[in-house]
């Protein structure tokens, strides 16, 4: 039944949207570019833990999300945060807590537009980070990013970051 309930949404949010229903991009390459710089200006902000730069860079909307590794065990090992002062206090909690370096591939950064006014970024990335019991060694990570247009600038509605779990091991 979920499942059902899920494909049928997926279903009438790409026919609601004509651009993405005749398979066209409705993101010019002037928004892409701007997304790309955003996203550079992003990591670059999070490395100078410049917690003013990234509020900035954020919706300003309790539909704000971040999803980011939990300190406390009842939110779970991964958690959800919603508006800006919850993603606020956790980049402070996370940049806070030792060194926190962000080294996306560039080479594999790319942006997509949902709408002329909604677009999406997907980067793999290593990331230094000794919060929540991580011990501080670069590791694999994946960040999404939505972005909404706000005015003449793009901003993140939503930043999942998720850990690549290991390799399994080869079998025999």
């Known amino acids: 039944m979920h499942k059902t309930v899920l494909a049928a949404a997926a279903a009438l949010a790409v026919s609601a949207v004509p651009s993405l229903a005749a398979g066209k991009e409705p993101l010019n390459d002037r928004a892409a570019n701007q997304i790309r710089t955003q996203f550079s200006t992003l990591m670059d902000l999070a490395n100078q833990h410049d ?3 990234l509020h900035a860079m954020f919706w300003q909307s309790p539909s704000a999300l971040l999803v980011a590794k939990s300190a406390i065990p009842a939110e779970g090992n991964w958690a959800g945060f919603w508006g800006n002062e919850a993603i606020d206090r956790k980049l402070h909690d996370i940049g806070t807590s030792g060194p926190v370096v962000l080294e996306p591939d ?3 950064l790319k942006v997509v537009g949902l709408t002329h006014d909604v ?3 997907y980067a793999p990335m290593n990331i230094t980070v000794s919060y929540a019991g991580q011990d501080g060694t670069p590791k694999p990570f994946l960040m999404i990013i939505d ?3 706000v005015g003449k600038d793009w901003k993140v509605a ?3 970051i998720l850990p690549v779990p290991p390799a399994p091991a080869a079998k025999g």
């Open 158 to 160: 939503s930043e999942i």
């Open 106 to 108: 560039y080479t594999k």
């Open 147 to 149: 972005w909404i247009h």
């Open 51 to 53: 917690f003013k730069g």
């Open 119 to 121: 677009a999406e970024s």
